[in-house]
């Protein structure tokens, strides 16, 4: 069954870095369009970032745009978010989520921005 599982979250200071994985299995991987989304208390869920089956198409969220980079690599069935200075407004809940006919997520991860 299609399985996606996130890691790297974390709790970092404003201005810090976090990388986020998210290991894919049951699908053919290489195939699929991929994005993170994000969802915070109170707030509505937002896609941070997209790319295409072959990495060769991405883009991103205005809010993320110049700090994050998504990424992934089809050999290793693996997408990351590389984030960079961290402002407390990116707290939340990050899923990965993959484009099969239906749009597939993982269990999340917490990242928390805090001094």
């Known amino acids: 069954q299609v399985q996606l599982v996130e890691s790297g979250g974390g709790l970092v200071q404003p201005g810090g870095s976090l990388r986020l994985s998210c290991v894919a299995s049951?699908?053919?991987?290489?195939?699929?369009?991929m994005r993170w989304y994000r969802q915070a208390p109170g707030k509505e869920r937002e896609q941070v970032a997209h790319?295409?089956?072959?990495?060769?198409?991405?883009n991103y969220a205005d809010s993320v745009k110049g700090r994050f980079n998504i990424s992934r690599d089809n050999a290793k069935n693996t997408m990351y978010l590389q984030m960079n200075s961290l402002k407390p407004e990116d707290t939340a809940v990050y899923y990965c989520?993959?484009?099969?006919?239906?749009?597939?997520r993982g269990q999340g991860t917490q990242v928390t921005v805090s001094s």
């Open positions: 989520s993959a484009n099969i006919g239906l749009w597939y």
């Open positions: 790319i295409s089956s072959t990495g060769g198409s991405t």
């Open positions: 049951g699908f053919t991987f290489s195939t699929a369009a």
